[in-house]
């Protein structure tokens, strides 16, 4: 089973600044990888594709990078609805990340 | 619009069985994979079970193999999780999730409904 690590667990950042999150796979998934953001009480939203492709109607400060088993999602400005939990996912073998929580500092 | 609504969750006991179902709409159902993905109380979430969008392919985690059963009736736009023998550990929601591409299996989940909550507990 290929296993998916976040970092960091809690990030705690303003309205208007720049967010990283990163997913660690412990083998290669190529570019197989997904991000989806989590609010509390919601279902999960698909944000990015295949390492680097927004999903539809997702907002371009959102992006996504990396190949093989590092990768990245960056939010470029953070506002108000984007604090939820980011939940990176491989479709290999079908594992997510234990999520990283994005809080407002 | 697309829609996926899940139903049949509920407090169940050890041992006991329950079904799933989630009704879609907005979309050809016939023409997409599909999955049951789960996520236990403060957990991360857990992929299930899928299925190819004619039925034919059904592919099942380790954890629930042999114990749950994916299908679907694409007549009536809905998908199925028939769950047996439950056990505690697979008190979760149970969301049902669209795959992305047409005519394609490949856990690229661009819609989810809202979940439903199954408790295993006595």
């Not at chain 1, 990245?72 to 604090?83: A, H, Q, R, V």
């Amino acid at each position: 089973e290929i296993v998916l690590t976040q970092s960091p667990a809690t990030l705690s950042l303003s309205p208007g600044e720049r967010a990283t999150l990163s997913c660690r796979a412990s083998q290669s998934v190529s570019s197989y990888l997904a991000w989806y953001q989590q609010k509390p009480g919601q279902a999960p939203r698909l944000l990015i594709y295949d390492a680097s492709n927004r999903a539809t109607g997702i907002p371009a400060r959102f992006s996504g990078s990396g190949s093989g088993t590092d990768f990245t999602l960056t939010i470029s400005s953070l506002e108000p609805e984007d604090f939820a939990v980011y939940y990176c996912q491989q479709r290999s073998s079908v594992t997510f990340g234990q999520g990283t929580r994005l809080e407002i500092k | 619009e697309v829609q996926l609504v899940e139903s049949g969750g509920g407090l169940v006991q050890p041992g006991g069985s329950l079904r799933l179902s989630c009704a879609a709409s907005g979309f050809t159902f016939s023409s997409y994979a599909m999955s049951w993905v789960r996520q236990a109380p403060g957990k991360r979430l857990e992929w299930v079970s899928g299925l190819s969008g004619s039925g034919g392919n059904t592919y099942y985690a380790d954890s629930v193999k042999g114990r749950f059963t994916i299908s679907r009736d694409n007549s009536k736009n809905t998908l199925y999780l028939q769950m047996n023998s439950l056990r505690a550990e697979d008190t979760a929601v149970y969301y049902c999730a669209k795959d992305s591409w047409v005519n394609l299996v490949t856990y690229c989940f661009d819609y989810w409904g809202q979940g439903t909550l199954v408790t295993v507990s006595s």
